[in-house]
């Protein structure tokens, strides 16, 4: 028993789709045609499975596991009965799985055997005894019931070694009790003739599955009348092989044939003409012609056809070949003309008049009045008129006329407001009352003497600065040949308003004087306006003081004395640049008399030169940014520096400030001294400069280390005293602590004095 292929058989009946895989994988490896036993053959590896559909539903699982390797056997059944079969390995152990297919007639048996519909019989080896039989006529374990064919049918075996390595080969054995095999029938049916171009046509053997071969014919027997050329071609079938081969041989013919070709004299194959017009019809190129829709045999006709029409002609050559070839006829309905509405217009008025064309895709137009070739003239009547214009469609289908009736009406008037005269920029208005024409509503249009529109209203505001004329077009309500009338708008005097200003860009505070250069003759009064607030009246000169830094407008007001107003305003007309701004330091801060070099940092701001004055310095001026100056070594003060700076506008600043140069931290101490009471070198004091008085500590220890005597102020001075009492003769230490008076850094120094009496 073979646990894993039941387990197998599952997965067999998934691939059992794949045709084409099958399709591939098949060789007809022999045919067996002799009585008794045929082979060995060969078990080939191969991949793919092999069983039908219907095997797999009767519990067959031939191709569905173990070892790939396969063989393809085909047999033509010569006498009916049961296919009483051996399978019989070369080995005595091992699977050999059969599956059995009838090959229906004219079908390849690689094809037959991909439809599970064709199987007739299926053995699931259940010994591995290296055989399986179909029928119980043999001396084999595996057996089923035989299945039964008729003579003439064609069937394909597929062993399987389901066993590795079991057999490599197999031999077949047909019992005699049972159906026996002959040799293939190679019958070839009859086919033909053909004519070149025709689709290619598959020849039928009374057994298929061997090898064709000849001219445009491929190995299944497809004939390819195109590809074997005009003329008579020999066709080869063989089957089967060694004494079981068969073949068999026919000739097929392949006939030129003849196109037949259609035309409509002159025109192609189509064309398109009006209704109740007539075309030629025309075929040639084969033997014989005939027309469809009633037209007849034929090569040549004339047809009038009321409605579009195709005609098909089937044109037969000398050998029989046919061909088709079609002609069509439209027809054209007649065309419309369909002219606009009649019109109303004013006397020299221009329209637009069109007309519009049914009953076609492309026109042209005739009109009555003109040649020109358009939906759409413009006329200019000079009295009441009636226009004509017909349509031609593409096919040259001409409608009947249609006509346009353009009526005219007088040209409009109209009653327009006096001229006037105003100051320059003073708003005028005139207005229009239209009459006449074609009547109401009127519509107007003001224009500027430069064409500008200003109104289309009735009533036109403007402020003219200069002498001017106004045009009004009055339309009437036909819209038509407009009326044109002029007005005026004259200007009272004025002079060119101009002022001046001694000095426009100062230094803060800035103090302007700014005159009036206008016309005096015309000057009746005028009024000044700054921006910075300050406003002036009926001065031809006036002063501005500002304190501001900033950029000023100007403006002058001047009145004539016909009342008129005009004015002038500079923008930015006053300048008030802004002052420097002087400052500086310096490094390091303080100096030291011993470290007096001053290196000066220039902190000023819009300054674009500078003069430094340095009191007691070398040098004593300079015109640096940054400059170094030098300050007497060795001596304390106070030294005023003063810095003046200049802008880019000529403003100024200046500041001082004192420099400052403190002493260096010094230490003098006696060694000794004689506090003997003779006067002189009575008292002992150390000398000390450059530190903080109030962080200053002097003690004096004897040898024992006992304090003598103690000082917080270093300008303090001992006596040589302990208690009241002179002090023994001889030395005596002393420690001084002390602070620097600029960093605060410490120090701390030791020594000793001698006390000599």
């Given at each position: 028993m073979r646990i894993l292929k039941t387990t197998v058989f599952l997965i067999f009946t998934f691939f059992l789709g794949s045709v084409t895989n099958l399709n591939a994988q098949c060789n007809v490896s022999a045919s067996v045609c002799e009585t008794g036993t045929a082979g060995p053959f060969n078990f080939i590896p191969t991949s793919g499975s092999y069983a039908g559909g219907s095997f797999v539903n009767a519990g067959c699982a031939t191709g569905a596991g173990g070892n790939h390797a396969y063989a393809f056997i085909t047999l033509n059944i010569t006498s009916s009965g049961p296919l009483n079969l051996l399978i019989n390995g070369n080995s005595n152990n091992g699977f050999v799985d059969v599956a059995i297919f009838n090959i229906p007639n004219g079908t390849s048996p690689c094809d037959a055997i991909t439809s599970g519909g064709n199987a007739i019989g299926c053995n699931f080896a259940s010994a591995s005894s290296g055989c399986v039989q179909f029928g119980n006529a043999f001396n084999c374990p595996s057996t089923v019931p035989a299945p039964n064919v008729n003579a003439g049918d064609e069937i394909m075996i597929i062993a399987q070694n389901w066993s590795t390595p079991g057999s490599s080969t197999f031999s077949l054995e047909l019992h005699p009790s049972g159906a026996q095999s002959g040799p293939p029938d190679a019958t070839i049916q009859q086919a033909g003739p053909f004519c070149l171009g025709e689709d290619p046509f598959q020849l039928i053997a009374a057994n298929m599955g061997g090898d064709w071969s000849g001219p445009g014919v491929s190995s299944t027997g497809l004939f390819?009348?195109?590809?074997?050329?005009?003329?008579?071609?020999?066709?080869?079938?063989?089957?089967?092989?060694?004494?079981?081969?068969?073949?068999?041989?026919?000739?097929?013919?392949?006939?030129?044939?003849?196109?037949?070709?259609?035309?409509?004299?002159?025109?192609?194959?189509?064309?398109?003409?009006?209704?109740?017009?007539?075309?030629?019809?025309?075929?040639?190129?084969?033997?014989?012609?005939?027309?469809?829709?009633?037209?007849?045999?034929?090569?040549?006709?004339?047809?009038?056809?009321?409605?579009?029409?195709?005609?098909?002609?089937?044109?037969?050559?000398?050998?029989?070949?046919?061909?088709?070839?079609?002609?069509?006829?439209?027809?054209?309905?007649?065309?419309?003309?369909?002219?606009?509405?009649?019109?109303?217009?004013?006397?020299?008025?221009?329209?637009?008049?069109?007309?519009?064309?049914?009953?076609?895709?492309?026109?042209?137009?005739?009109?009555?009045?003109?040649?020109?070739?358009?939906?759409?003239?413009?006329?200019?009547?000079?009295?009441?008129?009636?226009?004509?214009?017909?349509?031609?469609?593409?096919?040259?289908?001409?409608?009947?006329?249609?006509?346009?009736?353009?009526?005219?009406?007088?040209a409009p008037n109209g009653n327009v407001s006096p001229d006037l005269t105003v100051c320059p920029g003073d708003t005028v208005m005139y207005f229009v009352n239209g009459f006449g024409g074609g009547g109401g509503p009127y519509s107007y249009i003001w224009r500027d003497q430069n064409n500008n529109v200003i109104s289309e209203t009735d009533t036109m505001y403007a402020n003219p600065f200069d002498a001017a004329v106004y045009t009004v077009e009055i339309r009437d309500v036909c819209g038509t040949k407009p009326t044109f009338i002029d007005v005026n708008a004259f200007i009272l005097p004025f002079p060119d308003l101009d002022f001046v200003v001694?000095?426009?860009?100062?230094?803060?505070?800035?103090?302007?004087?700014?005159?009036?250069?206008?016309?005096?003759?015309?000057?009746?009064?005028?009024?000044?306006?700054?921006?910075?607030?300050?406003?002036?009246?009926?001065?031809?000169?006036?002063?501005?003081?500002?304190?501001?830094?900033?950029?000023?407008?100007?403006?002058?007001?001047?009145?004539?004395?016909?009342?008129?107003?005009?004015?002038?305003?500079?923008?930015?007309?006053?300048?008030?640049?802004?002052?420097?701004?002087?400052?500086?330091?310096?490094?390091?801060?303080?100096?030291?008399?011993?470290?007096?070099?001053?290196?000066?940092?220039?902190?000023?701001?819009?300054?674009?030169?500078?003069?430094?004055?340095?009191?007691?310095?070398?040098?004593?001026?300079?015109?640096?940014?940054?400059?170094?100056?030098?300050?007497?070594?060795?001596?304390?003060?106070?030294?005023?520096?003063?810095?003046?700076?200049?802008?880019?506008?000529?403003?100024?600043?200046?500041?001082?400030?004192?420099?400052?140069?403190?002493?260096?931290?010094?230490?003098?101490?006696?060694?000794?001294?004689?506090?003997?009471?003779?006067?002189?070198?009575?008292?002992?004091?150390?000398?000390?400069?450059?530190?903080?008085?109030?962080?200053?500590?002097?003690?004096?220890?004897?040898?024992?280390?006992?304090?003598?005597?103690?000082?917080?102020?270093?300008?303090?001075?001992?006596?040589?005293?302990?208690?009241?009492?002179?002090?023994?003769?001889?030395?005596?230490?002393?420690?001084?602590?002390?602070?620097?008076?600029?960093?605060?850094?410490?120090?701390?120094?030791?020594?000793?004095?001698?006390?000599?009496?």
């Open positions: 390819d009348p195109t590809a074997a050329g005009i003329g008579n071609h020999t066709i080869n079938y063989n089957i089967g092989s060694g004494n079981c081969a068969s073949s068999s041989q026919t000739v097929l013919e392949v006939n030129p044939g003849s196109p037949v070709f259609a035309e409509i004299v002159g025109e192609g194959s189509s064309v398109t003409i009006c209704d109740g017009e007539s075309v030629t019809i025309s075929a040639s190129g084969v033997e014989t012609y005939v027309w469809d829709n009633g037209v007849g045999a034929g090569a040549t006709h004339v047809v009038s056809p009321s409605s579009t029409t195709t005609y098909t002609v089937t044109g037969t050559d000398i050998d029989g070949c046919s061909d088709v070839a079609s002609v069509t006829v439209n027809i054209s309905p007649a065309p419309t003309a369909t002219a606009s509405a009649d019109q109303l217009i004013c006397l020299g008025a221009s329209t637009n008049i069109s007309v519009s064309g049914s009953g076609g895709t492309s026109y042209n137009y005739h009109w009555g009045h003109t040649s020109t070739n358009s939906d759409t003239v413009t006329v200019t009547p000079d009295e009441s008129t009636t226009y004509t214009v017909s349509v031609e469609n593409e096919f040259g289908c001409m409608s009947p006329p249609d006509e346009v009736f353009v009526e005219l009406f007088p001694d000095d426009d860009a100062q230094c803060k505070p800035a103090l302007f004087t700014i005159t009036n250069t206008t016309q005096s003759d015309l000057n009746h009064s005028y009024y000044w306006f700054v921006s910075e607030g300050s406003t002036f009246g009926n001065d031809n000169t006036i002063e501005v003081e500002i304190d501001e830094t900033g950029l000023y407008d100007v403006r002058l007001v001047i009145e004539t004395a016909d009342g008129c107003l005009d004015s002038i305003t500079k923008p930015n007309f006053l300048t008030v640049h802004p002052d420097p701004r002087a400052d500086f330091n310096w490094t390091p801060n303080p100096l030291t008399i011993l470290d007096t070099e001053a290196l000066f940092q220039n902190s000023s701001q819009g300054g674009q030169s500078y003069e430094w004055y340095f009191e007691s310095g070398i040098p004593g001026f300079s015109s640096q940014q940054n400059p170094t100056v030098n300050y007497p070594i060795g001596e304390v003060g106070l030294y005023d520096v003063d810095l003046f700076v200049t802008s880019e506008f000529g403003c100024t600043d200046s500041i001082r400030k004192q420099v400052e140069v403190v002493p260096e931290v010094t230490l003098f101490v006696p060694n000794a001294f004689t506090p003997d009471d003779d006067m002189f070198n009575e008292e002992w004091r150390p000398y000390i400069d450059g530190i903080d008085i109030m962080d200053f500590q002097l003690i004096i220890y004897n040898r024992w280390g006992e304090v003598m005597w103690e000082s917080y102020d270093p300008s303090a001075a001992w006596n040589g005293t302990y208690g009241g009492q002179k002090v023994k003769e001889g030395t005596y230490i002393w420690r001084i602590k002390a602070a620097d008076m600029i960093t605060d850094k410490k120090y701390e120094w030791q020594g000793h004095v001698l006390v000599i009496y």
